[in-house]
């Protein structure tokens, strides 16, 4: 194929070494998953490389005798699964390669994701290797004989990555893995692929009932968009009533999102897009990894700085007795304390110069304040009263 005469200049020269290593030990290297896809779909960078080593007499002894090889001058990271990760010190190339395996699924009425043990088959054919993998485009291979590559598609992948089409390897075993639903999902969103009949069938009777909050929240995060992603999930009928309730506005928290990514990291990006639309709090548990009591925590923040749009520092100078009694006061105590931390996110001096409360930023907190001579009920109030007449 056209596409895998690309191969050999993007190999980075570490897993170059790592093939003629490999065929010297008699093994077949086969480039499997997303880097085949990619490769197809015009990509110029390969972010996984993945590979299948094939041996017609592979045996327990065989492998380690290529483990062993490999160690000299490479890190090997043992991962689940028979999975070897392989990092190269000098350059920090890394990929990771297997045996073929076979997955073991207990007898149950539902599973969760990794629900299986592996067991190594050399003899198993690539042909019935991929049927465990989720979709047909992401079952492609690419093997190596040392002179050229040779695509492997067994299932047609190929040609349902050009029809933009996602179709499961093998419904029963699809339907095993509910990571494989979220999987579905982020891909169509992220290529605009569709689903193929089979596909729709499988997600709409999927059991979904150990699908958890922390795989959710990987692949909303691998999305790109994450509250896109949720509200393209609503769609499904099998989906936990947990994970239910759209969003009216995600093109605007995604517009948030995105700004304070890269700064933030996801988990606090998307707590700033929540927080400044005051919409999608119940995104924050299973998306952001918030617990109930930080969501609550940030979402009386909110209300308080709604409550105080537009007052300036002068609206807080009063006699003691006066300022105590004023409701405004409290909730500006609410607000400050602990002393101004969270309003070092950029995002938060965002939100309160849109409300006209950016002073509250600007005015320095002295930590050092004495208020020892206060009833222990007030010194809060009154440390927060000797800030605002600094």
Known sequence: MTF???????????????LKLSLHLGFTPVLVGGAVRDL????????????????????????????????????????????VKALHPATRIEWQFAPPRI???????AYGHGDFETKVAWKLPF????????????AMG????GRAW??????????????GELHPCDVEHFRKDPVRFLRAHRFALKYGWKFSPVLKEALEHMDLGFLSAHYMSEESRKSGAPFLFWNHLQSQQSLPTKFQGGILHPAQLEETYSRHLGAFGHSNAMLAAVFAAGEGWHLLLPL???????????????????????????????IDEELFRQESFATLCQLVRPPLAWFQFAWAKEVLTEHGLLWITEKPWDDKIDVRSFPPQERGARKVMAWVRA
């Open 4 to 18: 895998l005469a690309r191969l050999p200049e993007l190999l980075p020269a570490p897993i170059q070494d790592f």
């Open 40 to 83: 197809a779909n015009g990509s110029e960078e390969i972010l996984d490389w993945d590979f299948e080593v094939h041996h017609t007499e592979g045996s327990e002894t065989r492998w380690q005798a290529l483990l062993s090889a490999l160690r000299t001058g490479h890190q090997l990271t043992p991962q689940s699964h028979h999975v």
């Open 103 to 109: 997955e073991i699924y207990p007898q149950r009425d």
């Open 127 to 138: 042909a019935e290797a991929v049927n465990r993998r989720d979709f047909t485009l992401n």
């Open 142 to 145: 690419a093997s190596w004989d």
């Open 150 to 163: 040779t695509l492997l598609d067994p299932l047609n992948g190929l040609a349902h990555l050009k029809a």
């Open 288 to 318: 952001a990894g918030k617990g109930e009591s930080e969501t609550t925590v940030w979402r009386l923040r909110r209300d308080h700085i709604l409550s105080l749009s537009g007052k300036v520092v002068e609206d807080f100078i009063k």
